[in-house]
């Protein structure tokens, strides 16, 4: 049985996570609206996987016979003066994502549950590349600096980040899903 500390936690980090989710998509939208389809697309993938983050925690809970609420979702941002400054706000998010998540495990090595340790694991690495992939193309953004065709080579790049398998959120899925 999951504790209530661990529980409420855990509650508050779906939300995180599904706001993750709705940030990037914001992210996305502003990219599209600055004709760069290929960050767009990139942040696209990204809030795919933060609906997945948030779906781990859910499952752990209901796992563990704990209750999920789903709390309100606040709006981060939705909108940014340069695709730069979404690239710095995306490497800063995650770095907020990272604390949250070394501060559920404080709390479950607290409360000794043992039981959410190896998913919390599993977090802690996947931070490791999330911190990775933004600060990545945030210091490829500050290299480019004023160069468009820097900007188009990167937005091309990053165009090709895949899907990950059966995504429902590629637009092919749900385009081809029917009418
Ligand atoms: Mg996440």
Do not use: C
Not at 82 to 103: C, G, M, N, R, V
Request: charged share 25%; glycine share 6%; no cysteine.
């Amino acid at each position: 049985m999951i504790s209530n500390r661990v529980r409420d936690i855990m509650n508050e980090q779906v939300r995180h996570e599904l706001e993750s989710y709705y940030i990037y998509l914001s992210m996305a939208a502003y990219f599209h609206e600055q004709n760069l389809d290929g960050m767009a697309h990139w942040m696209r993938v990204q809030s795919h996987e933060e609906t997945t983050h948030a779906m781990k925690f859910f499952d752990h809970i209901v796992d563990r016979g704990g209750t999920v609420t789903l709390l309100d979702l606040k709006q981060l941002k939705t909108s940014w003066k340069s695709p730069l400054e979404a690239w710095k706000d995306a490497y800063a998010h995650e770095q907020f994502i990272t604390s949250k998540i070394h501060a559920i495990l404080k709390v479950v090595r607290e409360e000794a549950d043992f039981t959410a340790e190896p998913m919390l694991n599993w977090f802690v690495k996947e931070q490791i590349e999330e911190e990775k992939n933004t600060s990545g193309i945030l210091a490829q953004m500050e290299r480019i600096g004023e160069s468009q065709d820097g900007l188009y080579l990167l937005d091309k790049e990053l165009g090709a980040r895949p899907w990950p398998a059966g995504s429902p959120f590629d637009p092919a899925a749900y385009n081809a899903a029917g009418d």
